[in-house]
Antibody, heavy 124, light 110 residues
Framework: QLQLHESGPGLVKPSETLSLTCTVS??????????WGWVRQPPGQGLEWIGS???????AYNPSLKGRLTMSVDKSKNQFSLKLTSVTAADTAIYYC????????????????WGQGTLVTVFS | QSALTQPPSASGSPGQSVTISCTGT?????????VSWYQQHPGRAPKLMIY???KRPSGVPDRFSGSKSGNTASLTVSGLQAEDEADYYC??????????FGTGTKVTVL
């Protein structure tokens, strides 16, 4: 059974870079079958799609984060990561990683399963 | 990229049905049959309940159904059960390799 687990610092200072890693177990990240995505949720608020990445490194980013966001895949560690630069308090959220349903047609647009999420607080 | 619009809350008694709407535009919901619905219990990660407007992943009860008309998608939960009390979010493809989520609806089982 595929499992995803987010990891990274729980506190980040304003203007610094937020770095998170999602470790995948129970399956290979290096597959043509799926996309891998990040979704965040500010405390008490709704979900926001951050971006998605294919095993080849092809990415799709939320336009509102473009310019600050970089996603990557590490085949050797079976992980994918995100880096968000110049963070502010508005970036405080629970960050989830997830796998898409598939890679063809509409299937990259739905996520299942998800990691448990990790809270990142931007705080000076 | 604006969030899709959902009512903040909805409710129903056990055994009844509740329908949640998700309104977008012709650039997202109206333009593609790529609508998904997620259920989220407090403190838990979201769970996929519906994809491609009306398809259920394996293991999701058939009490959950989805539909779409124009720029509005809907999720109906029939035969409400206590465990259906949760937040529900829609999402849609929005063109140009973008996804957008809805604002979320809290479903209360009375």
């Amino acid at each position: 059974q595929l499992q995803l687990h987010e990891s990274g610092p729980g506190l980040v200072k304003p203007s610094e870079t937020l770095s998170l890693t999602c470790t995948v177990s129970g399956g290979s990240i290096y597959t043509t079958t799926y996309y891998w995505g990040w979704v965040r949720q500010p405390p008490g608020q709704g979900l926001e799609w951050i971006g998605s990445i294919y095993y080849s490194g092809n990415t799709a980013y939320n336009p509102s984060l473009k310019g600050r966001l970089t996603m990557s895949v590490d085949k050797s560690k079976n992980q994918f990561s995100l880096k968000l630069t110049s963070v502010t308090a508005a970036d405080t959220a629970i960050y989830y990683c997830a796998r898409s349903l598939g890679s063809s047609g509409s299937q990259w647009c739905a996520f299942d399963p998800w990691g448990q999420g990790t809270l990142v607080t931007v705080f000076s | 990229q604006s969030a899709l619009t959902q009512p903040p809350s909805a409710s129903g008694s056990p055994g009844q049905s509740v329908t949640i709407s998700c309104t977008g535009t012709s650039s997202d919901i109206g333009g593609y049959n790529f609508v998904s619905w997620y259920q989220q219990h407090p403190g838990r990660a979201p769970k996929l309940m519906i994809y491609d407007v009306n398809k259920r992943p394996s293991g999701v009860p058939d009490r959950f159904s989805g539909s779409k008309s124009g720029n509005t998608a809907s999720l109906t939960v029939s035969g409400l059960q206590a465990e259906d009390e949760a937040d529900y979010y829609c999402s849609s493809y929005a063109g140009s390799d973008r996804l957008v989520f809805g604002t979320g609806t809290k479903v209360t089982v009375l």
